[in-house]
């Protein structure tokens, strides 16, 4: 049967006005189309009682936290940003494994949420999960931050509030039509897929300040020069080893970046992207002259099977 998104738009808005009522909501949103839809939703449904809060746990990429708040703002909905690095890098300092580090992200994540929507008066989370991320939790794929319910762990046992999901049951494409129905920006609907865990899942092993610094640089650089290139994901990752280089004809350590971009319907599989090997080379350059401390770029030509999108 085909997706009909108008009577999904209506139904769900009849469904979150009479979950929350006359109380207040938060939307933990981090400008990506699934958060952004949800918040959109239970705006129409509650309108100012929902209170749209962007996160910046300091693995964001540069200038989002503004640029996501300011654009909600447009929107006209109750945006919100607020400064939380310090408990995340506390929280993944030391850790290595992968699923390690995304659980101990999915507990800070929602143990911020708590106190802030405890400060807010919000008795309620709208939250964007999509099938997709329910699928690959529960098969022990890669946790995703925002499951719980579906492994046994009550939010509201555990963090004090009811999560509502409305988005639960669709994968991205059917979350992109909805986007689109309810008229949010092109740039929003079709926004390409980022890690609810942020650039944290783009660093192999500790995160630290300095190395989400050298993926984010890398970051920018791999999206300003695939911005033209359609493709689901476009990204760069910082491997944990370091290479031999070489600078003024001496031996050089240093760092490994390396770049992925990927087609995909709804990220349950994916195939490499063919990019032409003169953007490749741009790219390349332009990550060695900005970021003095790599020294190897490499391109990744696997596809999902047998790897994952992202690299934990």
């Not at 939307?27 to 952004?36: E, F, H, L, N, P």
């Not at 890098?89 to 030391?94: P, T, V, W």
């Not at 994968?171 to 309810?182: D, N």
């Not at 990220?267 to 990019?275: D, E, G, K, L």
Request: hydrophobic share 40%.
């Amino acid at each position: 049967m085909k997706f009909d998104p108008e009577g999904f738009i209506n139904e769900k808005i009849s469904w979150l006005k009479k979950e929350i009522g006359n109380e207040i909501a938060f939307a933990a949103t981090s400008g990506g189309v699934d958060s952004t839809v949800c918040a959109v939703l239970a705006h129409r449904a509650v309108g100012k009682r929902v209170i749209v809060g962007f996160l910046d746990d300091g693995l964001m990429r540069e200038g989002e936290p503004d640029e996501v708040v300011g654009r909600l703002g447009r929107m006209g909905l109750n945006a919100k940003l607020y400064c939380v690095a310090d408990p995340f890098f506390e929280a993944l300092k030391g850790l290595t494994d992968p699923e390690e580090k995304r659980k101990a992200f999915r507990e800070t994540f929602h143990r911020t949420l708590s106190h802030l929507a405890k400060e807010e008066g919000a008795r309620f989370l709208v939250q964007g999960t999509i099938a997709a991320d329910v699928v690959e939790t529960k098969r022990g794929v890669k946790s995703q931050h925002n499951v719980l319910d579906q492994i046994g762990i009550s939010p509201f046992r555990e963090y004090g509030f009811r999560v509502l999901e409305p988005l639960v049951d669709l994968y991205k494409p059917e979350v992109r039509e909805v986007g689109k129905r309810l008229g949010l920006p092109r740039e929003v609907f079709q926004r390409r897929p980022f890690p609810g865990p942020a650039l944290s899942v783009r660093v192999l092993g500790e995160v630290t300040p300095a190395k989400v610094s050298t993926v984010r640089k890398a970051t920018k650089i791999v999206e300003e020069e695939t911005a033209d290139l359609k493709c689901f994901q476009a990204f760069a990752v910082l491997m944990n080893d370091m290479a031999t280089g070489v600078e003024g004809g001496r031996r050089k350590f240093g760092e490994i970046v390396v770049v992925r971009a990927v087609d995909s319907k709804d990220a349950m599989t994916a195939t490499v992207t063919r990019m032409p090997w003169e953007r490749l080379e741009k790219i390349r350059n332009r990550i060695l002259e900005d970021i003095p401390s790599v020294v190897k770029v490499l391109y990744d030509i696997t596809p999902k099977p047998p790897s994952t999108i992202e690299y934990i």
